[in-house]
C-alpha cells in the first residue's frame, strides 16, 4: 500500500486510524509485561530449584543487578505503551468520523 494510500484512509477516518494505532500499542505493551513478567519467574524457579526451598525469599534478592535493570525498563516501557495507548484512544474520541 502506497503511502498516499494511507494518508488517504487517514483522512478519511481519522479516530478509527487512531483507535486501530491505540490497540497496537495497547497489545504491544501488554505483551511486553506479560513477557517480562513470565521471564522473572522462570528466572525465580531456576534459582529456587538450584537450591534449597528455605531461599525461596531471598531468590529476587539473589538476582543480577543487570537483569533486574533490564527488567524494570521492560516494565517501564510496558506501562508506557499502555499509557499511549490509553491517551491516543481518549483522543480518538475528540475527533470527528
Known amino acids: ?17 487512531l483507535n486501530d494505532l491505540a490497540l497496537f500499542f495497547a497489545l504491544a505493551g501488554a505483551w511486553l ?4 513478567r ?10 529456587v530449584a538450584g537450591g534449597d526451598g528455605a531461599s525461596a525469599p531471598l531468590a529476587e534478592a539473589e538476582a ?7 527488567n524494570r525498563f521492560f516494565y517501564l516501557f510496558g506501562f508506557a505503551c499502555l499509557a499511549l495507548a490509553v491517551a491516543l484512544s481518549q483522543y480518538s474520541t475528540q475527533l470527528p468520523g
Open 38 to 47: 513470565r521471564r522473572e519467574r522462570q528466572a525465580l524457579q531456576r534459582l
Open 64 to 70: 543480577e543487578p543487570s537483569t533486574a535493570k533490564i
Open 33 to 36: 509485561l506479560l513477557a517480562t
Open 1 to 17: 500500500m502506497s503511502l498516499q494510500a494511507l494518508w488517504n484512509l487517514f483522512q478519511a477516518h481519522p479516530a478509527r486510524v
